[in-house]
């Protein structure tokens, strides 16, 4: 009955214990909960969501989660209601053995934002260890002499609980020699003893049987026994004596082995036999037996093992002086040993928490990673503080005692610095300093902030016209310095009009190859200069972009052959007649060859040539080599053929040469009859020259207009152009005119035509390139001032400026 009583007693107070919970401390920022120890898994400890004033449906989104150091199985938050329960088995000695306070230190991290709240755990004993002997029985020899009063000490019990759960209490089995003396204070200043009642007689009574019950103060209470054997000796009066009953030593961990650590002395009043002593080291508690040792002779007392200042601060060593008088006589003595604290730790450093990799647009202050440190040292063996690798955008910031954030510091760029390296370095205050390193690798995310770039603004490129559809003409290519996506570059063309027609039209660009291509045969006659704009862009979001400028060159080809302008006479095709007086004299021009070339530059640099006549006969004409003029080159004769087929060869001067043929028949007459035809021609001339007067006036009247409408036009363009910054206008005419030369001569005639040269920007161009050398040094005096005589008759306005080797003719058609 009494032992279920002591049962629902214990069971209510289990009860009672789970139920307390601590509030917070002020100004700690901790939440206590306390827990007895072997308690049940599921056991209820607190409920630390509601504790931390954190919402239930915001664990799992925030990422709830418990850290602790060494066994982090102990206890588990359930995430459904916010609840902290057992979760296996807590042995409050295993994890502290005796320290009066005994905590589990819980470290409670969530994100969004990040936040670190601590939490203390304390773990109450409960008396689950009985009193335990070190030795199952404990034999005593007492000489018959002993007077009564006269105390034995006997070595106590020793508990694992703590508290009142370690208290013990002592009972001895019924007798009639001995009592019970119990101790009074923790330093056994009164320690336990038998004490003699009454004296003994070891005839009567040569040994005793005692029976040793320890109790410790728990409930339900825990008991341990140990048999006392007493043996009753014969006179041996005096026992040995110590100069002190305690002896208090300091001795730093670590020492080595056979280090000294005390010399004892005990003395016997006897003499002889009876008065020689021995030393026996009795017991070293806590568990401590291996670790000295004690010369049985001279009493010196060293170090035999390994001293851990972190395992035991304090040893406690009982002596024992036995003489050799028969029976033995013995005393006793107890030596504290304190242990000193040497600097025999590093720090430990412990990452809690990471988030990597980091974008580089990250701002500063953003928490990379959290970090906790320790040292199993104490005093300022186990002060540590903390440094982080210097010079880096990173900074290490101490937010609670022993914890630190590591922050970025400054702004991030990838293209400079993709990766770093950081090293936290944990110093303990000791002396020699003990350190520790942890090392974290950062990687900075890419993002977008780098548009593709091209290697100059603006290429020329140069295609011969009449190129194949499709051919590839050139490549661009623009470098981006992000990273996957970001580097990803595809081209398009910047759409605009060209004329009439879209510029897609005519090239078109590989989204991923930047190569550009034409699309259809290019004409310069048509089309001298395309200039558009390429677009580069990455993949990225937002994506970025630039352009790049191509001034695409038309090149001329020789792809066009001269073409025979029209005689003067309207109306008239085929080939020209002419009548020639044969009275007249060498150089009389006769007819007039005109032709042009569509192509431009030497391709449409054109030269005449008098085909040989038949059967090898010298002609009694020529042509002008750049005039097209046919003239007599001798005076005329009645010997020469009186119908003549002349064949004037039109060449330019491309690669390979084209030709057209002109045929001029002239019929050599008498003076009269040339007269006749003369004045008939003269008075068709003349009807001619009429009507060609009063198309002069409506000519005039025509160009005043437009030369007025011209100088309107220009005065409001310059108004626009200082107004506006220039625009993208459409390609427009324009009238180029290229005198070229040669060793040979200079051409002195071009086609007017109207050339496009598309640029996109600006007003349309129009080039003028004149070159003309000396005349050649092959030619007699005769072609000589012909040709000056030509360039004097032209009705072209034609100025010389003459250089060391260069003559540049401007000439400007009316």
Known sequence: ????????????????????????????????????????????????????????????????????????????????????????????????????????????????????????????????????????????????????????????????????????????????????????????????????KKSLDREKTPELNLLLTATDGGKPELTGTVQLLVSVLDVNDNDPEFDQSEYKVRLLENAAKETFVIKLNATDRDEGVNGEVTYTLISVKPNGRPLFTLDENNGEVRVNGTLDYEENKFYEIEVQATDKGNPPMAGHCIVWVEILDANDNAPEVTMTSLSLPVREDAQPSTVIALISVSDRDSGANGQVACSLTPNIPFKLVSTFKNYYSVMLDSVLDRESVSTYELVVTARDRGSPSLSATTSILVEVADVNDNAPTFAQPEYTVFVKENNPPGCHIFTVSARDVDAHENALVSYSLVERRVGERTLSSYVSVHSESGKVYALQPLDHEELELLQFQVSARDSGFPPLGSNVTLQVFVLDENDNAPVLLPPVSPGVSGPVSELVPLSVGAGHVVAKVRAVDADSGYNAWLSYELQPAAGGARSPFRVGLYTGEVSTSRALDEADVPQQRLLVLVKDHGEPRLTATATVLVSLVESSQALKTSSRASVGTAGRETALVDVNVYLIIAICAVSSLMVLTLLLYTALRCSAPPTEGACGPGKPTLVCSSAVGTWSYSQQRRQRVCSGEGPPKTDLMAFSPSLPPGLDRQDREERLEAGSNHPEQVSFVQTPSLQEVYVNFL
Not at 57 to 63: F, I, K, Q
């Open 1 to 196: 009955m009494l032992d279920s009583q002591k049962g629902k007693s214990g069971t209510r107070g289990l009860l009672f214990s789970l139920l307390l919970v601590a509030a917070w401390e002020a100004g700690s920022g901790q939440v206590h909960y306390s827990v007895p120890e072997e308690a049940k898994h599921g056991t209820f400890v607190g409920r630390i969501a509601q504790d931390l004033g954190l919402e239930l449906a915001e664990l799992v989104p925030r990422l709830f989660r418990v850290a602790s150091k060494g066994r982090a199985d102990l206890l588990e938050v359930n995430l459904q209601n916010g609840i902290l329960f057992v979760n296996s088995r807590i042995d409050r000695e295993e994890l502290c053995g005796r320290s009066a306070v005994c905590s589990i230190h819980l470290e409670v991290i969530v994100d969004k934002p990040l936040q670190v709240f601590h939490v203390e755990v304390e773990v109450r004993d409960i008396n689950d260890n009985p009193p335990v002997f070190s030795l199952g029985e404990q034999r005593l020899q007492i000489s018959e002499s002993k007077q009564p009063d006269s105390r034995f000490p006997l070595e106590g019990a020793s508990d694992a609980d703590t508290r009142e759960n370690a208290l013990l209490t002592y009972r001895l089995s019924q007798n009639e020699y001995f009592s019970l003396e119990l101790p009074t204070s923790s330093k056994m200043t009164k320690r336990l003893s038998l004490v003699l």
